[in-house]
């Protein structure tokens, strides 16, 4: 009951908090942080209990099952392993950050606000747990819903643009995922008589590759626009940019995990043979993904868009990893996953302080603010730093052991793969001197108490997992050998 | 203890960066200054205990904690200590804390006093980690962290544009060869599934053939991380412009971190570049065409800190040399006096920066032996090592032997030797050309104040270093004094020599008259017949040949060229993201379709019947046709 309850939380919290905005706008955000905050604490809680079960090679924690539309074959399965666990802890995380980020920044229908971003959150876990593929489809729609809303109420000026975009991109890849999947259970029904969505019944269907071809494609398509990936990119630089800052860091940091997570958990088992085939393609559109987000980022001058890119080129990252079918480079896709949540949302967030102060975006009409507020030069240059991949940083682990795995799937990709970090480097410098260096003309304020609790959280998390990343390679250790070994 | 001496400069920069805008100045001092001294003075007793009582397999292991571990891939944080590394760390800390009691005096008026401190004590932390690190990612991590903290101080003004511009092309610049050096590492652990060094030394040679491709590109690809680091051909560009930071920096990049990480590296892993003949070939090559085009460089420049940087270049172009030839212990040993005389005339030159108002033109220099006599008498210790004046200085002692290994070594030919001969000339001329301009003639700056004692007693210490340091290694034929080699070829192995060669003594010879000669050249350039000078300054050929050299051969405007303007040119143009533009257009073409549409929808009963009708004849027509 603990996973229902755990999503049940958030939805309810989310109406609690929108309800209560009616009499006190206070009220309604410390209900979102209570509920967010109440997550956070069960799945930290999880870790350490089940943190055992991990290393003695135990796959699935949790695992509940109820009856929803037993006609159709629908079943409310949610299960948790070590994979969904970190996933889920990095949710919390991120979510508690995005109620504190949105306190000072969200004045108008603050109740709203926190329903949606509180809704997101709850179809963000959902789909992190969701064995079943319809309601894997349904929390995957509830993810969408609430966030267009956070992007065209509260966003900026383009905003209206910006959440259409997202939405019609989003759910074109969501129609083609759900193709896929009544197509997988109508395949797998008249093989075997029972009509169901359970994902640990349907990972048995035998598929022609035919035909399977067809279906793989529907559910990658969906992914690859989530993750994104080139060509499927160009939603998320204007998403990113027009979201308000607890919609960018929720976008960055969640929403384009769900899609590595997608294929990790859906495509790669249910697919083995066909994502063994297109492994160097996907490799392939992950050096793609590098490189020309690279390049975008270097020349941009709104510094939303400018992070937005390096999006782009970091989750080109993921896909290398998940399609180099070797067990390092495994870990470091899911150490990817985690580390560009913890440093590209920070990067979001400052980002937010800073049109906080300056109202604009623009990092032309920045600069030399390191004078007027050290604190969070030093912050921005270490989560530059860690977009770079710097070593002691948790995203040098994770892109090392990306490249390092991929190197055994194919050398050429991998050394074009690693000269992404020279043009890591190329675009972060660039963005911090044109940011904070150079001469000072403006004087604002440096950090509030707030702000620096935030951030100090996030960079906590980026050292510790530079510096120490073993106990989440350990707790997604055995998910990752199945993958790998299949 | 190991631990401790790594751990002290991180502790510093910890205090210094959360705490450091609330504490006093005295106390950022004592803190940033006391961590790395503290530091030095453990590394003494460390290196007396091992000396004394050397573990039996030469090496002391320090196990922190286990980094990561996934697959078969298996990483520690752990440090160890060999003769090698200690001579690095003893150099790191021992020099690191004399600029550091140096700085405590040099930047007392700056605004980012606790930032500096604290970037600088990260610097000496990283660079510790990058020579104790017991496996290659434990080392690519201090590589790295090294090379972020140069990036640190070359833009520690950062109010200045053209600071930045420096800080962040040092970053770029080495960043090109760390990623060959990191796909090194990559090829090196799928040939041997293990990055820890020893075990990568202990099996490399059973597992590649000497000479073999896959082995030569392992070393060539070490070797190009090595050049980014060390500032040596064609990845040398930054070196000059570092010259940004503060001369502190400046003395620390070029003297105790940084540009000798290279050197570090080649001779650590020299197991693989010995199975490699090809490549330490190439690294012989590149150490020997660097330290002369740089050599040329540095004999024509104006500000005196880029002088010295040209220098640094060229002599860490000796030491590449050395290690290409086989001769490793003597690419150490020179790294050793360099690093005493090389911070020496850095911090000697910030020391009359900072008397001058900040003036870095020689030219507009002059006449301060008499005005700053204890800065004259330290700088010319300086200059006489880098010169390698016979006997009487540190750098004499090291640079011969590389001179005679040019020759001698398997490797050695004529060319490698006349290059490293051209080089002692064009040193000792431009060693000369500065003492005489700077020091000799009319003042033609006045001197504000002279340095504080936090300054000059750093620089008499290295100034005596400077002098006496190569004392403890002799040329083999003149006195059997080899404390160094000694040490050195516990873990290093001892250069294999062609045979039949002539007597030692002529080659020393030659160098001998050659630097002297070098000197005679300045002497009589800059002081004696002026008027050559005046005369040269009218031939239009000299007067491209200078600029060629002083624009350090025309490398930024070949790299702009080929590389930065392509580059910008590409990002510029795709500013806004040509696959956009395809949905951009798709979004069109569906508008475009919905006002064809909605035009039919006129509300005029008109075009309706009209419609209708059509409908009807075109269906009443398919019927009668088909």
């Known amino acids: 009951m603990m996973l229902p309850g755990m999503i049940m939380t958030l939805l309810i919290g989310g109406l609690l908090s929108w309800m209560a905005a009616r009499w006190n706008a206070v009220l309604s955000k410390w209900i979102a942080l209570l509920a967010v905050g109440a997550d956070l604490s069960l799945a930290g809680y999880w870790w350490f209990h089940f943190r055992d079960a991990a290393s003695s090679g135990s796959s699935w924690f949790i695992d509940f099952q109820t009856g929803w539309i037993p006609s159709f074959g629908i079943g409310f399965h949610v299960a948790m392993d070590g994979l969904g666990l970190v996933l889920l802890l990095l949710t919390f995380f991120l979510g508690i950050l995005a109620v504190l980020c949105s306190w000072q920044e969200i004045k108008e229908r603050t109740g709203f606000f926190y329903f949606n971003l509180l809704w997101t959150l709850a179809g963000i876990s959902g789909v992190f747990v969701a064995m079943d593929l319809f309601l894997f489809y349904f929390f995957w729609e509830v993810m969408l819903v609430p966030m267009f809303f956070l992007i065209s109420i509260w966003g900026d000026a383009r905003r209206r643009y910006a959440a259409y975009k997202f939405f019609i991109f989003t759910q074109a890849g969501g129609l083609l995922m759900l193709l896929a999947i009544l197509a997988l259970y109508f395949i797998h029904g008249r093989q075997t008589g029972t009509y169901t969505f359970d994902y640990f019944s349907l990972l048995h269907t035998s598929l022609a590759s035919s035909v399977s071809r067809w279906i793989l494609s529907g559910f990658l398509i969906a992914f690859a626009i989530k993750l994104p990936a080139v060509p499927f990119h160009s939603w998320l630089p204007d998403a990113h940019s027009e979201a308000p800052t607890a919609g960018s860091l929720l976008l960055a940091g969640l929403l384009l995990k769900t899609g590595a997570y997608g294929i990790i958990r859906f495509v790669l088992p249910l697919f083995p043979r066909e994502s063994a085939a297109i492994a160097w393609w996907a490799i392939l559109a992950g050096v793609i993904a590098i490189v020309y987000g690279a390049l975008l980022a270097f020349a941009q001058t709104d510094l939303k868009r400018l992070i937005a890119y390096t999006s782009v080129s970091h989750m080109g990252f993921v896909l290398l990893g998940i399609f180099s079918f070797s067990e390092i480079a495994m870990q470091g896709a899911v150490m990817q996953i985690l580390t560009h949540g913890i440093s590209t949302g920070a990067l979001f967030v400052m980002a937010g302080m800073l049109k906080e102060r300056l109202h604009t975006r623009d990092i032309e009409q920045m600069g030399g603010l390191w004078t007027s507020m050290p604190v969070m030069g030093g912050a921005a240059l270490l989560f530059t730093m860690a977009s770079l991949g710097l070593p002691m940083l948790g995203n040098f682990i994770a892109e090392f052991l990306i490249l390092l795995g991929t190197f055994s799937a194919s050398v050429p990709l991998a050394v074009i793969a690693s000269f992404g970090l020279v043009l890591s480097a190329l675009y972060s410098l660039r963005m911090v001197r044109k940011v904070f260096l150079g001469p000072a003309d403006l004087p604002l304020k440096d950090l509030s108490v707030r702000e620096l609790l935030i951030l100090a959280a996030m960079s906590i998390g980026i050292i510790a997992l530079g510096l120490y990343p073993q106990p989440v390679i350990d707790m997604v250790r055995t998910t990752v050998r199945q993958l790998v070994t299949r | ?626």
């Open chain 2, 1 to 626: 203890m190991l631990a401790s001496i790594a751990a002290l400069p991180f502790l510093g920069f910890l205090l210094l960066s959360l705490a450091g805008r609330r504490l006093p100045r005295i106390a950022i001092a004592w803190i940033g200054a006391g961590s790395v001294s503290l530091a030095a003075i453990l590394t003494v007793l460390y290196g007396i205990h091992f000396l004394q009582s050397s573990p039996d397999s030469g090496v002391d292991r320090w196990l922190l904690w286990q980094w990561f571990t996934a697959g078969n891939l298996s990483v520690s944080v752990s440090l160890s200590v060999d003769a090698l590394s200690l001579v690095f760390i003893f150099i790191i800390t021992f020099v690191g804390a004399l600029i550091h009691i140096y700085s405590t005096g040099y930047m007392r008026q700056d605004r980012d006093y606790a930032r500096f401190f604290a970037c600088m004590n990260l610097f000496v932390g990283a660079m510790l980690v990058l020579v104790m690190a017991d496996n290659l990612v434990l080392l690519y991590l201090g590589w790295e962290g090294v090379g972020m903290c140069s990036y640190l101080l070359i833009g520690f003004w950062y109010e200045s544009p053209a600071n930045c511009q420096a800080a962040n092309k040092a970053f770029l610049v080495t960043r090109i060869g760390d990623t060959a050096m990191l796909i090194g590492l990559f090829l090196v652990f799928s040939a041997l599934h293990t990055l820890n060094i020893p075990a990568i030394l202990e099996q490399a040679p059973g597992h590649f053939t000497k000479g073999a491709p896959n082995i030569t590109l392992i070393a060539l690809l070490l070797l190009a991380g090595g050049m980014g680091k060390s500032a040596q051909l064609p990845l040398q560009t930054w070196l000059p412009d570092a010259m940004a930071g503060p001369s502190p920096v400046s003395a620390l990049i070029h003297a105790a971190t940084m540009v000798t990480a290279g050197v570090y590296l080649i001779a650590r892993m020299h197991t693989l570049f010995q199975l490699a003949p090809a490549a330490m070939m190439i690294t012989a090559l590149v150490g020997g065409v660097t330290l002369f085009m740089a050599g040329c460089s540095a004999m024509v420049q104006t500000d005196i800190k880029r002088i010295l940087a040209y220098s640094t270049i060229s002599q860490i172009g000796y030491m590449f040399l050395a290690l290409g030839l086989g001769a490793w212990s003597a690419a150490i040993f020179h790294f050793f006096t360099h690093a005493f005389f090389k911070a020496l005339l850095f911090l000697a030159a910030g020391a009359v920066i900072e008397a001058l108002h900040h003036e870095q033109d020689i030219f507009r220099m002059g006449g301060l032996k008499a005005r700053m006599p204890l800065v004259f008498y330290t700088f010319l210790a300086g200059a006489a090592a880098l010169a390698a004046l016979p006997f009487v200085s540190a750098g004499f002692y090291s640079k011969d032997p590389i001179l005679w290994y040019a020759w001698s070594s398997r490797n050695g030919n004529a060319f490698l030797w006349g290059l490293s001969l051209a080089g002692a000339f064009i040193t000792a001329f431009y060693c000369t050309r500065l003492m005489l301009v700077v020091f000799g003639g009319e003042m033609k700056t006045r001197v504000r104040e002279l340095p504080g004692k936090a300054m000059t007693i750093p620089l008499a210490t290295l100034a005596v270093l400077s002098v006496v340091a190569g004392c403890i290694e002799w040329p083999h034929n003149l006195l059997h004094l080899s404390l160094f080699s000694d040490l050195i070829q516990k873990v290093l192995p001892a250069p294999v020599l062609k045979e039949q060669l002539p007597a030692e003594g002529i080659f020393q010879l030659a160098a001998v008259v050659v630097t002297l000669l070098g000197i005679y050249t300045g002497y009589l350039l800059y002081h004696g017949e002026k008027s050559i000078l005046v005369r040269w300054q009218r031939s239009p050929g000299k007067v491209m040949t200078r600029n060629f050299l002083l624009g350090g051969w025309g490398f930024d405007q070949l790299y702009d060229t080929l590389f930065v303007q392509p580059f910008l040119f590409i990002t510029r143009v795709n500013k806004t993201d040509v696959v956009d533009r395809v949905y951009e257009g798709l979004a069109q073409v569906n508008v475009k379709f919905n006002r064809l549409l909605s035009t039919t929808q006129n509300g005029s009963l008109r075009w309706y019947i009209a419609g209708v009708l059509i409908g009807i004849l075109f269906i009443i027509t398919l019927q009668l046709v088909l």
